[in-house]
Structures are given as structure tokens and as C-alpha cells.
């Protein structure tokens, strides 16, 4: 439901930010469905979105008004017209994005950048699998993989989909609507297996993913929507590591680090968010659809 809301003023080292793009995550849709806890209403959803500084509060500044940015992070909700936010969660946007693309970045770039480099420990020279690569955190992965030197064997369930993820730098891509895609794990990797999984749908791919693992493997857990039966020997045959995340548990210091490396990257022009489709805010009951079903291509993004 949309409604009027009074206007926000900002507090000391916070920013109000008038907001023409915002990043939808599935998380949203989870919290509007009240699967992790419930939520007391009325409630703005949104924590990701692309803007300019409206308004900016007493003490230190690293904005001023007019200063383009991109906001992991909200007080009052992003699916809105203007945001609230601390200084400390909005973060400078290059000229050469655009604001959807800038409103792309916050979720899927540090779940990318915490599963693969704080929780996985990627090393360069590694191969990581990919699952559901041509979503928002998919592309983010796939691209960050890449930067770190990683080997990317990214997965997709459309021709367009896996076309695209070749083209971000996937040496291989597979179908992972055929029950029988990891079968070719073993000859992709010369019998070495896959050294890190970023798993976006565990409850459908768990089981699979252990046996397709080298030795002292890792699985990272982004995503899952249900319930499912392992083979535990899998793991232990070698040495295997099942790690879960939420970017929400990752101290701040860890999100300092994330995101002083992903503005680095973004200024030199390394990362480049995909953005499949744009969304008037007022339809925002159909991005969440949207964003549930499969055979995505980059980012759905809201415009107020």
C-alpha cells in the first residue's frame, strides 16, 4: 500500500536521500511474508537504493547535497520516495552508473563478497560453481569471481541466461533445469572437483553440490526455501566445509572492509551491476513475484 508519509529530517551523521531507484531482494519478500519474524506494521520494506543527498545532518560529513550514492542500509525503508539513512550506509556512486545500476549493488555485491572472500576464503587459482548466476547476488558473484582470479562455472535454467553468464566471464555454464548438470563437473575440472559452491537454492541442490566437491571444499549457503536430505559421508569424504550466511549477521567492521573494496572496484570501473528490469514503485506486489521466480537476468529494480 502506498500512503503519505510526513517529511523526514535528518539526525546527526545521517542523510536524507531523494531516491530514483530501488534494489529488490528477496529478503523482502520473506520479512512481507513474515518467514524469518513478524514485523509490526506499518512498515516500509527496502534497505538497497540509488539516489541523491536531499539533506544531510549536524557533524562530520562525507556528503553534502546533490552527492549521487548508492544506500546498503535504511532507517526508514527504501521503497519510498526519500529514505533516511546513517552516513555510514550510503556510499559514493560513479558518474558512469546509473541509478538503477547503483541501486543494485548494496544485497547482492556484499552477499557475493562476504560468502566468497570472508566466509570461503577464495583463493586465487580456485574453481567456484556458481548457482543461479544470472540473478542480482548470481551476477555480483560471477563478477567478484572473476576480479579475485577464480575459475566460474556458473549455472542457469535459460539459453539467454547462460548466454549472458558466459559473457561475464563464466568459462562454462550449465543447465540447471536438467537434473543431471553436475554429472559434468568431474570432466570441466579434469577430475579435481569444485572448489567452493555459492548456493543460492540449498534445499534443491545440497545433496548434489557435496558430491561434486575437491577435497576440502566449500559449499556457502546464500539461499534456500525449504528442507533437505544429505549424504553427511559426502562431507566427510573430504573434508568438506557447509558454511551459512547472512549478510544481516556480518559485523560492521566486515561490511567496512566490503564495502571500502566494492567502492574501489565500482570507481575503476571492474563491476558492472546487471539490471534486467525496471518496475514503477506502485507495482512493487509484482517485482516481489518476479523476484521469486526463476530464469532471471540481472536485477529487478523499483522507480518511484
Do not use: W
Not at 511474508?33 to 545532518?57: E, F, I, M, Q, R
Not at 566437491?213 to 539461499?223: C, D, N, S, W
Request: aromatic share 4%; glycine share 12%.
Amino acid at each position: 500500500m502506498l500512503e503519505e508519509v510526513p517529511e523526514i529530517h535528518p539526525g546527526p551523521k545521517q542523510l536524507v536521500i531523494d531516491v530514483k531507484a530501488i534494489g529488490v531482494n528477496p529478503v523482502e519478500v520473506y520479512t512481507r511474508a513474515g518467514t524469518y519474524s513478524k514485523t509490526a506494521v506499518p512498515y516500509t520494506p527496502g534497505t538497497d537504493a540509488a539516489g541523491v543527498v536531499k539533506s544531510v545532518g549536524a557533524g562530520p560529513r562525507k556528503f553534502k547535497v546533490g552527492d549521487r550514492v548508492f544506500v546498503s542500509g535504511s532507517l526508514t525503508g527504501t521503497y519510498a520516495e526519500e529514505a533516511l539513512c546513517e552516513e555510514h550506509q550510503a556510499h559514493p556512486l560513479p558518474e558512469k552508473l546509473s541509478f538503477s545500476q547503483g541501486a543494485a549493488i548494496g544485497v547482492p555485491y556484499s552477499t557475493a563478497y562476504r560468502a566468497l572472500f570472508q566466509m570461503a576464503e577464495a583463493k586465487a587459482g580456485e574453481t567456484v560453481l556458481v548457482h543461479g548466476a544470472t540473478g542480482g547476488v548470481g551476477t555480483a558473484t560471477l563478477q567478484l569471481a572473476r576480479l579475485g582470479g577464480l575459475k566460474v562455472i556458473a549455472t542457469g535454467s535459460t539459453e539467454s541466461g547462460r548466454k549472458m553468464a558466459l559473457g561475464l566471464g563464466a568459462t562454462a555454464v550449465l543447465d540447471h533445469s536438467n537434473p543431471s548438470h553436475l554429472d559434468e563437473i568431474q570432466s570441466l575440472t579434469s577430475g579435481h572437483g569444485i572448489d567452493i559452491v555459492i548456493e543460492m537454492l540449498a534445499n534443491v541442490n545440497l545433496d548434489r553440490d557435496l558430491k561434486a566437491l575437491a577435497m576440502r571444499g566449500r559449499v556457502v549457503v546464500v539461499g534456500s526455501r525449504g528442507r533437505i536430505e544429505i549424504e553427511p559421508r559426502d562431507a566427510m569424504r573430504r573434508d568438506a566445509a557447509i558454511l551459512g550466511m547472512l549478510v544481516a549477521n556480518a559485523p560492521k567492521e566486515d561490511l567496512g572492509v566490503i564495502f571500502s573494496d566494492l567502492s574501489r572496484m565500482l570507481s575503476r570501473g571492474d563491476l558492472v551491476p546487471v539490471v534486467g528490469e525496471e518496475i514503477p514503485l506502485s507495482r512493487a506486489p509484482v517485482a516481489h513475484e518476479r523476484v521469486m521466480m526463476g530464469g532471471a537476468r540481472g536485477k529487478i529494480v523499483l522507480i518511484p
